[in-house]
Nanobody, 125 residues
């Protein structure tokens, strides 16, 4: 059974930092591209960042609004993907989801097969 479990969310003041983690089980983690998405109240789920497999050089794609502030990384030995979020803004407030896709990374939520339950990030002004 595939499971993705996010952790690390919370309440932080604007300008602060959080580190999100997503631990995977039940999959051959190294084969999967991993993505982080977020969904704010009454908004559609949106792409944040994705990282490819080692066979694609761990390449990354970032949403423009988080470039220079967020950083994705993965530890295949620990079956975990991370999202370091710095210089947080109130508009970053959302539920953050990690997702796994067998193959190349994608910016589209519909391309990801497996999803975590989400972790709430709230940034106060």
């Amino acid at each position: 059974q595939v499971q993705l479990v996010e952790s690390g969310g919370g309440l932080v003041q604007a300008g602060g930092s959080l580190l999100l983690s997503c631990a995977a089980s039940g999959v051959t983690f190294c084969r999967y591209a991993m993505g982080w998405f977020r969904q704010a109240p009454e908004k559609e789920r949106e792409f944040v960042v994705a990282i490819s497999t080692i066979w694609n050089g761990f390449s990354t794609n970032y949403q423009d609004s988080v470039k220079g502030r967020f950083a994705i990384s993965r530890d295949n030995a620990r079956n975990t993907v991370y999202l370091q979020m710095n210089s947080l803004k109130p508009e970053d407030t959302a539920v953050y989801y990690c997702a796994a896709r067998d193959g190349t990374k994608s910016l589209r939520p519909s391309d990801y097969r497996y999803w975590g339950q989400g972790t709430q990030v709230t940034v106060s002004s």
